[in-house]
């Protein structure tokens, strides 16, 4: 258990609609990213970041905006959802600083329905 | 691009042994292997860096092929804890350190 947590666990919302998904970490781990899980793709990169503020893009970055301005919080928006964005959610940490040996563990997901 | 896992899917019985292996087409630094069940996050099992080496957790183990950009997953002797999604994970040389690039993932089923 690497003491993530992601809030909302569910949510149904409809298209159009702003969205933001938080994860929390109790560990002050640097590194925190959003995935996003859904058949035939396995996990894909939105964001991630690497400290307070600074945040990077992933590979299906677009539709989707971060903020990180403490170290515990990393969050996900979605400014104005739509159906292909309906997925499952994952955060997760990194448990080193940035070296090639670091281990990600995954916060508990987050089931977003786009209706 | 994510690697490629091969095969999709597998189904054993109970004490049967398989392979699942993930290729890149990317020169990598190192390979990390996660096991999903169903409804629930990925779980670490383990990690390969590039020099081949071979490691183990309880009945799975798994290797790295440096000169082939591939790593494979040996499960012996599999238990009805083993079913699950493998996932493996990759990171890059020279990409940036913490990301990895992860492909779509083996099932697995065991069945008695």
């Known amino acids: 258990d690497a003491g993530i947590t992601q809030s909302p666990r569910h949510k149904v919302t409809e298209t159009g609609t702003p969205v933001t998904l938080r994860c929390h970490q109790t560990e002050n781990h640097r590194y925190m990213y959003w995935y996003r899980q859904d058949p035939g793709h396995g996990l894909r990169l939105i964001h991630y970041?690497?400290?307070?503020?600074?945040?990077d893009k992933g590979e299906v970055s677009d539709g989707y905006s971060v903020s990180r301005s403490k170290t515990e919080d990393f969050l996900l928006t979605l400014e104005s959802a739509t159906s292909s964005q309906t997925s499952v959610y994952f955060c997760a940490i990194s448990t080193s600083s940035g070296g090639a040996t670091d281990t990600q563990y995954f916060g508990p997901g987050t089931r977003l329905t786009v209706l | 691009q994510q690697p490629v896992q091969s095969p999709q899917a597998v189904i054993l019985r109970e004490g049967e042994d398989a392979v699942i292996n993930c290729s890149s087409s990317k020169a990598l630094y190192s390979v990390h292997w996660y096991r999903q069940k169903h409804g629930e996050a990925p779980v670490f099992l383990m990690i390969?860096?590039?020099?081949?080496e071979q490691k183990g957790h309880e009945k799975i183990s798994a290797s790295f092929n440096e000169k082939k950009q591939q790593s494979s997953l040996y499960l012996t002797a599999s238990q009805l804890s083993y079913s699950g999604t493998y996932f493996c994970g990759t990171q890059r040389l020279g990409g940036t350190a913490s990301k990895l690039t992860f492909g779509t993932g083996t099932r697995l089923q065991v069945t008695l």
């Open positions: 390969l860096l590039k020099g081949g």
């Open positions: 970041s690497y400290g307070v503020k600074d945040t």
